[in-house]
Structures are given as structure tokens and as C-alpha cells.
């Protein structure tokens, strides 16, 4: 007979570090999520409306009409797409996909503060490689640091919460140096409010690559961080093995209809990055003048090196009705408004604690 022993769960989610999700305070202005301050267009809206009614129904299992219009929108074949309940699920998917237990996940610390997560929930190991002085990916170093059991290496570009972006050539020459078994995880979340033309357009700089996988997401510059949706381009197999792995019926049908309507009226909000982009030069030289370190960003964001003052500054900024993104002990990412009076609130509070 089998012993009565009590339940337990895996005893190393004991150490699973928490996602902590950027605070939302009523009457605030909220700059802590790197989302968009404006609400989705109205034909956006009237899709997911309608969307909703039907709420009875599961969505597409395949998310096929998602799909074959991502496809179409970025001029790829469908069989290189992958539809996920947000770029991280994805991102999660391809690790699936590719590791069982200990594989190594190597990636830049610090990066994403979900890719330590994901890797653990799939029961990676993660290897973690440092930035660079200047806060950018050590991409010589995380070369060296592939051996024969690592699966996957995740890149974010630009990096989140740094902001900084790699180049063209910096990035070929990584991606020459990657043996054929790793797959490279190339996280685009960002990619739309990227202005420097030396950083690449992942999708081209892994043509022809068949261990890269381009993930981007609905969530920022689409403006529908709320829906869920982000889409992956991979070869075929990876892609197929990342469809495999997902959960069934994870895109609901509201996150399927508003990705559709987005792409529709791209033009329109891919116009409403562009101001992003003039603010985040307008707050990056505005806080260096008051003296605190900023490296160059590329996103819809900004991170400030605080160290210990980290807590002091998002507490002052908290006063001031301001929610930001506070790491203790190293610092804060403030997510770039495309409203000039919600970075002018920020900087007033920036100014008031330098001074
Ligand atoms: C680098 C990076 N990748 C992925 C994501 C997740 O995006 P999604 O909302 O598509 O899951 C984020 C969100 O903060 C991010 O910063």
C-alpha cells in the first residue's frame, strides 16, 4: 500500500522570484508599466467591443485570422508565426520548446525581469552574463559563456530596464559566433520606438538564420498591453514546436479581434511613437542637466542609476502623484509618456529631489 505522505508543490518555487508589476495609484500618473498613455483608437475599441459580445464562444484555437494577418502585415510566411498571450508567453513557449530540466538559459542581467522567471517555472537554469559598464549587453562575454548545455539565449533590444540598444554589427557578429544548438530569443518589445537607424530591424538580421526567433509584442506601441497578444517569427520548426507547447485557447477572443484592428490602423499608431521618441531626448537631457546618470535609451523609457537612493526617489515621486518603477538598490525606470504634461509632472518631481 502507498504510504500517506502530504501534499507538496516543487520545493524550488520556494525561491521563484515574484514579477512585480509596475503599481497603479488612482489619480497618479502612471509611468511605471511602459505602456501608452492614450486609449486604443476607436475602430480598435469597436473590434474588441464586438469581440466581447460573442464572449460565449471560445476564440480561435489556431488564432488563425490573427495570424494570417500578422503574416501578411510583415510580409513573412504563416508558418514562421506564432500567436501568444503576450510576448513573454511566448518567450516562454520557445523555452518549452527547447529546454528540459537544467538546460542553461543564458541572458544579460540586467535584463528582463521575467526571463529569470520563465526559465525557472521550465526548470532552466539560468546563467546570467553582466552589462557592460555602460549598461549594454556584454555580447562578447555571453558568447564565451555558451557551453554544450545551453539552449536558448535571450536578448532584449533594446534592453528593459536600461534602455539601451544594440547595433547592426555588434549583433551579426553574435549571432556568428552562436553554435547552430542555441536558439536565440531576440525580444523586440520595444522595436517601435527604436530611432537609432544602426539598430537593427530584427526580422531582417535573422534572415537566413535558422537558430533566431524575433519576438514583438501588441502590448506598447500597439496599446494593448491589456488584451494579452505578442506574435514570434521563427523558422518553421521552431515555430511549429512553439505552437505545440502553448497553452490551448490562451489569446482570448477580445486580444485576437483588437490585434487585427490594430494592425489595420498601424499607420496611425505607429505615428503615436514618434513624439515618444522627441520626449525621451527632451527627459534624458532634462535629467542629466540635473545631474543623475542615465545611459541612452532607445524605448519608451528611461532608467535612472540611483543605487541606495532608489527607494528615497520612488517614494518622492509617490508624494508627488508620480509612479515609477523602483529596483532597490540599483534604480529606476520611468516609462516615457507620449504626453508631454505627464513627463513635465515626472521631471518636476526629479528636479525637486536633485534639488
Ligand atoms: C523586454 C520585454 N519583453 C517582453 C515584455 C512583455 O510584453 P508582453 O506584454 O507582450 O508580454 C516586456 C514587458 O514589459 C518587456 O519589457
Known sequence: MMR????????????????????????????????????????????????????????????????????????????????????????????????????????????????PIITQIIGGRSVKVPLTADYRHDLDAMADAVTDNTRVVLVANPNNPTGTAMRTAELERFLDRVPDHVLVVLDEAYREFVTDPEVPDGLRLAEGRENVAVVRTFSKAYGLAGARVGYSVAPPVLTAAARKVGIPFAVNRVAQAGAIAAMDVAEELLARCRPVSVERARVHSALLEMGFEVPPSEANFVWLLLGERTAAFNEHCLDQKVVVRAFAGEGARVTVSGLPEENDAFLAAARSFAG
Open 4 to 115: 500517506d505522505m502530504p501534499l507538496s508543490v516543487r520545493a524550488d518555487l520556494a525561491d521563484l522570484p515574484a514579477y512585480i508589476p509596475g503599481r497603479k495609484i488612482p489619480g497618479a500618473i502612471v509611468l511605471s508599466s511602459n505602456e501608452v498613455s492614450t486609449s486604443a483608437p476607436e475602430s480598435v475599441l469597436a473590434a474588441i467591443a464586438a469581440a466581447a459580445a460573442d464572449v460565449n464562444r471560445y476564440p480561435q484555437m489556431a488564432n488563425d485570422d490573427v495570424l494570417v494577418r500578422t503574416a501578411e502585415y510583415l510580409g513573412v510566411a504563416e508558418d514562421r508565426v506564432t500567436i501568444g498571450a503576450g510576448s513573454v508567453a511566448i518567450a516562454q513557449q520557445f523555452l518549452q520548446a527547447m529546454c528540459t530540466e537544467g538546460d542553461e538559459v543564458l541572458y544579460a542581467w540586467r535584463s528582463f525581469e521575467a526571463y
